[in-house]
């Protein structure tokens, strides 16, 4: 079947969710009724945007605009992690592109290894040293350094894809979210 006999309108190109349609209160929770009134509601885990490794940032851009039907943010040079980033889409569910700075950065090593391709998942979190901590003491593996300015100057952290089942999940913090 193809996706536009599936009821897709591939011509008018993939839109983030609003975050005004994220269930957030614990009374839209579906164990609403099951839940002692002092437990915390569960946590959600938003996904932030997914990563992609590619070769040419400027042939990747003009590429994925074409395929999502939107306009990419500016290009964004992360001098600390040697690569160049630009974003489709706001809110979560953003798709980043991730081209290398240079021959010695990791997404150069990553390329040169795997190819272009999904490079990692960005989930957010409102309080990133806490969820460090409980990630740590479930067995999940830091990158160091444990905590780095990414793009946008937000803090983020990565858990090593040895220790999270094959992905390499980065934790953006957001602590509007709190």
Do not use: Q
């Not at 929770?29 to 990563?51: Q, T, W």
């Not at 630009?86 to 081209?99: C, D, K, Q, T």
């Not at 990692?120 to 067995?139: F, I």
């Amino acid at each position: 079947m193809s996706p536009s006999s599936a009821g897709y309108d591939l011509s008018v190109g993939i839109r983030s969710v609003p975050e005004r349609h994220i269930r957030t209160n614990v009374s839209s929770h579906p164990n609403f009724l099951h839940m002692d009134n002092n437990e915390p509601a569960p946590v959600v885990p938003i996904i932030d945007h997914v990563g992609i490794a590619v070769n040419s940032l400027g042939e990747a851009r003009e590429r994925w605009s074409a395929l999502l039907g939107l306009e990419p943010s500016e290009e964004e040079i992360i001098e600390s992690e040697g690569v160049t980033v630009s974003f489709f889409g706001s809110g979560p569910g953003r798709v980043e592109l991730i081209a290398p700075a240079g021959d010695d950065s990791p997404i150069a090593r990553f390329l040169a290894s795997r190819g272009p391709g999904i490079h990692h998942v960005c989930a957010r979190v409102p309080d990133l040293e806490a969820a460090l901590d409980r990630a740590e003491g479930g067995g999940a593996e830091t990158i160091a350094p444990r905590i780095r300015v990414g793009a946008s100057g937000t803090r983020v952290a990565f858990l090593h894809p040895r220790t999270v089942d094959g992905v390499l999940l980065e934790l953006r913090e957001d602590r509007d979210a709190k």
